[in-house]
Every structure is written in C-alpha cells, then in structure tokens.
C-alpha cells in the first residue's frame, strides 16, 4: 500500500532525506518542508496550511542535543510547540502523522528500555522529545488522532547528499581512516545501540504506508537485534578501515543513551531482525573511505 500524499517535516535533515527517498520509491507523492519554503513549525497557520491536502504527516523536524544546551528556549518552541501544532493541523485536516523520537527520553540507566517504560530524561532535549510523544499521543487517546510514535537510536550511515553527521561510528571511521587513536568514552563493555539510517527510514516508511487503523497510539523502539559493546564497535570499525589505529580509553562524557528493547519492533517489522549491526558498519566504513 502506498501512503498517496505525504508531508515530510525536516526533509532536509540525515533521516529526511533517507525518509523521502524511501517514500517515493515506494510511490508516495511526497511535499518535502523546508524552512525556505515554509517557514518555522512553530508558526501554527504555516503548519496548517502545509499539511492541507495529504494524508500522512511524517514529523521529523526537531531540534537537537546540542542545540538544547545552547538554547533551550528554541529547543522548547521547535519540539513541543511545533509538534503541538503538527499534531492540532493533523487533526483538523484528517491526516495521519507519524512522529519521532528518541532513546534521549528514558535517561540513562543499565537496561534495555521497552516501548512502554516510564521517561526519565536527564537532558533539556530529552525533556523536550518526551513532552512532543505526550503531545502527540494525548492527541491519538483523547481526539481520535491517527499517530503513532517511533523512537531511535544513534542513527549512522551514508547520507542522501552532504556529509554523515556526527556519530560514534562516524567519529570512529574518521579517526580509523586517518590512522588516529580511537577514543571509548566511559567503560568499554558498555552496550551501545547503533541503526543504520536506512532502517530507521524503512520502518516510518511501512508505517506511512499502512491504514492508520493498524498502528493509532502506538509506540515503537525501532533499533538493531541487540547492543554492541562500545570496544567491539570500534574494532568493527577500525578492522574495515584496514588500520592500525590504536584504541584509548578516556573518561565519561555525560550520560550515556540508554539500550532500546526493540522486542515489540523486531516482531512489527519483520525485515529489520534480518539486518546485522556489524554489516552495516562495515559498509559505512567502506563507503566512507571512498568518499
């Protein structure tokens, strides 16, 4: 089934990009928001107009970690009060939305955190992504909304156009690949959850393109089968570079992102438990040498 007309919010970000590719090959006529031809989400009257005549709103217009600190005014405005205003301009035009999220929500902690455990967030941005799924989902309960919320993990991979954006496994290959030391923040044996940005892009595709009867209220952790130990990251990495690079330890830098139980995600979307967290690194890596 394809999803007709699809407004795709942040359609110029890393997942963007992978988003709207993917929803027209699958046959989607796709309207890609941009700030240059439709300003700021924050503007509730250019929201509603934006999302007049689609079907589906896929949100992935969001602030950032770092922007958080810098700014957590902006950080604010753009996660909750513009998912407020996607999510009201969803309602009123009878579209579906598809909004994402993040592992930032539950807080750190030595666990992987199902769909549904409570959030704990220890960040601005955190607080701010988990105020945008209270949005969203009071939205689905309390007025009949057809949306659906799908976290993620780090996301890495090859981008649509421009550079990778940072990543620990970006910043692994770059380092690899100049022969520089590799550097573990925090313990080495701690679990880290990694997703190539294609399967991110496939899974909100699938569900853009299924009646939203199948999927209103829900929640999804959409990451890999399991966690990989941030040492045997970077030698994945540092092994498909060819290189000789050493691998250092250094103290914690802030609090680590959660595990993700993407139990619930890995039986909703059967493909994804096929994929292989160290294959789709080495492929970055590969790609990431030639580019």
Not at 24 to 49: I, L, M, N
Not at 150 to 156: D, K, Q, T
Not at 205 to 216: C, F, I, K, M, T
Request: with cysteine; net charge neutral; charged share 20%.
């Amino acid at each position: 089934m394809t999803s007709g007309a699809v407004l795709v919010t942040g359609a110029t970000g890393f997942l963007g990009r992978h988003v709207c590719a993917r929803l027209q090959e699958e046959g989607s006529a796709v309207t890609r928001w941009t700030r240059a031809t439709h300003g700021d989400v924050t503007d509730a009257a250019r929201v509603r107009a934006a999302v007049k005549g689609h079907d589906v709103v896929v949100h992935l217009a969001s602030s950032s970690a770092r922007h958080a600190v810098e700014d957590p005014g902006d950080d604010a405005r753009t996660n909750v009060l513009g998912t407020l205003h996607v999510a009201q301009a969803a309602l009123a035009e009878g579209a579906a939305l598809v909004h994402t999220s993040t592992a930032h929500v539950f807080g750190p902690g030595p666990r992987p955190v199902a769909d549904d455990a409570p959030h704990k967030p220890v960040t601005l941005y955190g607080a701010s992504k988990s105020a945008s799924e209270t949005i969203v989902l009071t939205h689905a309960r309390a007025f009949g909304l057809d949306a659906c919320v799908v976290r993620m993990p780090s996301l890495f991979g090859s981008p649509v156009e421009g550079p990778p954006p940072p990543s620990v496994v970006a910043r692994f290959a770059e380092a690899a690949l100049a022969g520089a030391p590799l550097t573990l923040h925090g313990d080495p044996a701690r679990p880290v959850d990694v997703l190539d940005v294609r399967h991110a892009a496939r899974a909100i595709a699938q569900l853009a393109g299924e009646a939203a009867s199948a999927w209103r209220g829900e929640t999804w952790n959409v990451g890999p089968r399991g966690p990989l130990p941030l040492r045997r990251l970077a030698e994945v990495v540092r092994d498909a570079a060819g290189s000789a690079s050493p691998i250092q330890t250094s103290p914690a830098q802030g609090a680590p992102m959660p595990v993700l139980d993407a139990r619930k995600a890995l039986a909703r979307f059967a493909w994804l438990g096929a994929t292989d967290v160290e294959t789709d690194v080495r492929a970055f890596v590969s790609w990431r040498a030639k580019a």
